[in-house]
């Protein structure tokens, strides 16, 4: 089975930082892409950032330039350097991941539990 986890939620006020991280392990012949999501209460899940194997990035337009995905593959990990928080950030953030195991051909998609981000005015 695959699992992954992630890290590096808490509180922080408006224009702080914080750092996410998401680690994928079990059985794992490669990975695809690695993404973050989010959701608010009430509202539906919305990519945030995506970020493929040989690391063409992809991020939601209220994040540009504030949001940087990245990620290890030697580690199987991903990472979303949030800066400049707004309030509206506020969401349970989850990373996701496809994931080929072998010696199944297709991959499937993964998801983390999620991690609080909360941001104060």
């Known amino acids: 089975q695959v699992q992954l986890v992630e890290s590096g939620g808490g509180l922080v006020e408006a224009g702080g930082s914080l750092r996410l991280s998401c680690v994928a392990s079990?059985?794992?012949?490669?990975?695809?892409?690695m993404g973050w999501y989010r959701q608010a209460p009430g509202k539906q899940r919305e990519l945030v950032a995506d970020?493929?194997?040989?690391?063409?990035?992809n991020y939601a337009d209220s994040v540009k330039g504030r949001f940087t995905i990245s990620r290890d593959n030697a580690k199987n990990t991903v990472y979303l350097q949030m800066n400049s928080l707004k309030p509206e950030d506020t969401a349970v953030y989850s990373c996701?991941?496809?994931?080929?195991?072998?010696?199944?051909?297709?991959?499937?998609?993964?998801w983390g539990q999620g991690t609080q981000v909360t941001v104060s005015s």
């Open positions: 996701n991941a496809d994931v080929y195991r072998s010696p199944f051909p297709r991959s499937l998609t993964y």
């Open positions: 079990g059985s794992i012949f490669s990975i695809n892409v």
């Open positions: 970020i493929t194997r040989g690391g063409s990035t």
